[in-house]
């Protein structure tokens, strides 16, 4: 590793009052929490123990966990949630460190594989391009151009659109890519990637691409992932790891992986080789049995219509097995043929096919304790799909153990002031309760004055949410409070239906310029937001690692408390698991998973010193159940509104 340091740098040199970055940058102003943060990241490193560190917005976490991780000599993996925080470490943060402090050090930016051209899947498409739309076709000139010049294969180059299809066919996933045997191996971005990797102090990642990594290591395929050896992880967002890691510690199969693997099948072999027909007849037939499965599976388990996933039961399992059994004895034939061959592509297919087939079966008996099974439809998508209800036991068996010091922060850590669901969820606790490493914790408040800079609208005259008619009254409320705010709004809820049926209902009363989340792509909706005062209706993903800074966003408005829904399979799995185990499960966990979302949505709102606005919770629950309780007791200290017209006073006159 590249790493000189001068020794004596400290995290108190660096960040306390007259430090190396308060003498760098003029305007910088000493943060007392920042320091308090960095001192306690310095410890876990010595130590070499685990942190749970609740750092509020503003307290300039990121250089504070960013500091001792670089003057600790190790090389540490930083992973985060967002896109939008991984450029800001790589391109903002440690640049400052590096060029305006001095610290001698090498990063690394990491992607999935998925996100760089693949040298040999492009020279294969290059014999035969076909795209799904005139559009598409539009982008291939420049794709061919860039591929003969760009340095690092990143997609980021090229201004392609958000769903280009064909894209899946130039790059190559865990399961797709030859890894060293590929003929095009030492030419490949993601070996160079790789490489740069293994030189690098610090690795800035996401948690799809950590996770994903982890379980290839976990299921015997190291040499397969892409990061290389580290010694430490810091865990940015990371009230968002558990449901990144159960996407990565499961199964899927899909018709969209099928179709692929079928497709490469044919494309594997030219037309001029004496096995060209045989395959060409394989894998039509897996493509025409995936055909009858996944158009059969909506119909048989009740996925039409429905908003989410629905849970997998053997007896509706047992009316597609037939079909299941079609799909299987197709793989294990394209399997057996290119099995018995020498080519790395055809033994690739060989252990694809085997590995659908073993999953199909898998999924099929939906009969494993620790598992939950479910299925969803999303877009022409269909897929199967298994995840752990419990992704503790996974952390401690593979990540635990590699590593003797982990450190989690966030915004959001703490529910009703306390770590305990969070540890317990991560697996920092073993069955027994015994922690599985030394675990210290560390809250840290937000700099800002929320007293002054954010107020709470709490109306009661809504019916309640689980009311007809409730939506309609809602929406009522959203036009009244984007007059009073004048648009330069947010509203946020908690399913996809609401937001339309709201969307719909005001979007001609508003006289702002009106957004709504999945018209245009996330970034594109933001800038566009920012140029003039508007409404944006939003749900899920715009709920965190959104930052609006200023005048733009002055109101939030919340549709109702953000409980996630106990018919989603996965959050009844875990709540038929806890009270299987005699725990409570609406206080032990549904509660404390709302308050902290609520807090993630709330957290939206102010952003800087400077920043004033107002947080409208339109869920009367809030007041009048005895949990109520809870989730006030969890938001910052914000003036409480009952009242439109105080609120309107609050807004034009700074007083209530």
């Keep these: 590793m590249a790493l000189t340091l001068v020794r004596s740098f400290n995290v108190d040199t660096l960040l306390g009052p007259g430090g190396a970055l308060q003498a760098a940058l003029p305007a910088y102003e000493h943060r007392p929490e920042q320091l308090q943060m960095a001192r306690a990241v310095e410890r876990a490193f010595n130590e070499r123990s685990y942190l749970l560190a609740e750092a509020g917005t503003g307290t300039g976490k990121t250089l504070a966990y960013l500091v001792p991780a670089l003057l600790s000599g190790r090389r540490v993996v930083v992973s985060t949630a967002t896109k939008t925080l991984q450029d800001q470490i790589f391109f903002k943060d440690l640049p400052l460190l590096k060029e305006r402090i001095g610290l001698n050090f090498e990063a690394a930016y990491l992607k999935g594989r998925g996100n760089y051209l693949c040298l040999q899947r492009y020279n294969a498409f290059t014999k035969d391009p076909t795209f799904g739309s005139r559009e598409e076709v539009r982008h291939w000139p420049h794709i061919q151009e860039w591929a003969t010049r760009t340095e690092t294969g990143d997609r980021a180059e090229l201004e392609l659109p958000e769903n280009f299809s064909a894209w899946s066919r130039l790059s190559a996933t865990a399961e797709t890519c030859l890894g060293s045997k590929c003929p095009l191996y030492e030419q490949c971005f993601v070996t160079r990637m790789r490489r740069e990797a293994e030189s690098a102090d610090l690795l800035v990642v996401n948690h799809h691409l950590f996770f994903a990594d982890l379980a290839l290591r976990g299921a015997g395929r190291r040499n397969e992932g892409v990061l290389p050896l580290y010694e430490a992880v810091i865990f940015d967002e990371a009230h968002a790891l558990e449901d990144a890691a159960s996407g990565h510690f499961g199964c899927s199969v899909s018709n969209h992986r099928l179709d692929e693997l079928s497709r490469d099948a044919v494309a594997a072999l030219p037309e001029t080789d004496g096995r060209f027909t045989t395959m060409r007849a394989l894998a039509a037939r897996v493509r025409t049995y995936a055909e009858v499965l996944f158009t059969q599976a909506p119909r048989v388990l009740g996925l039409t219509g429905s908003e989410g996933g629905v849970a997998l039961k053997p007896d509706r399992m047992a009316q597609l097995s037939g079909s299941l059994d079609q799909v299987r004895e197709s793989l294990a034939a394209l399997s057996a043929f290119t099995a018995s061959e020498r080519e790395p592509e055809l033994l690739a297919l060989a252990r694809r096919g085997n590995e659908m087939a073993e999953e199909l079966s898998f999924l099929e008996k939906a009969d494993s304790t620790d598992h939950v099974y479910w299925a969803e439809a999303r877009g022409r998508g269909v897929f199967l799909r298994a995840s752990p209800i419990d992704v503790a036991k996974e952390l401690r068996g593979r990540l635990y153990g590699g590593v003797d010091t982990v450190v989690f922060t966030s915004a959001t850590l ?51 949410p689980a009311v007809t008619g409730f939506i309609e009254a809602a929406s009522e409320e959203i036009v009244q409070l984007c007059e009073v705010s004048g648009g330069r709004a947010f509203v946020l809820f908690t399913s996809l239906r609401n937001m339309e049926r709201a969307y719909e209902l005001t979007k001609d009363r508003l006289p702002y310029q009106v957004l709504k989340q999945g018209d245009r792509p996330k970034q594109q909706l933001l800038e566009a937001f920012r140029e003039e005062p508007s409404v944006l209706f939003a749900a899920h993903s715009f709920w965190e690692g959104v930052d609006v800074p200023g005048d733009a966003l002055s109101l ?46 709330f957290g939206r709102l102010i952003r800087t010193q400077s920043d004033r606005g107002a947080v409208a919770l339109l869920d009367r629950r809030i007041v009048t159940k005895p949990y109520g309780r809870a989730f006030l007791e969890s938001l910052p200290p914000a003036q409480r509104v009952d009242d439109l017209s105080a609120l309107r006073g609050w807004f034009h006159e700074g007083t209530l």
């Design 414 to 464: 703490a529910a009703e002031g306390r770590f305990d669901f969070f540890a317990q969820r991560m697996g920092l606790y073993d069955d027994e309760g015994v922690p599985v490493a030394e675990v210290r914790t560390l809250s840290v408040a937000s700099p800002f004055n929320f007293a002054q800079q954010a107020a709470l609208y709490l109306p009661t005259h809504l019916p309640d």
């Design 556 to 601: 939030l408005i919340i549709d109702r408390l953000p409980f996630a829904s106990p018919g989603d399979p996965l959050v009844a799995a875990r709540i038929r698991q806890l009270e299987a185990r005699g725990v409570e499960a609406f206080g032990q966990y549904q509660l404390p998973q709302a308050t902290l979302a609520l807090r993630q949505g």
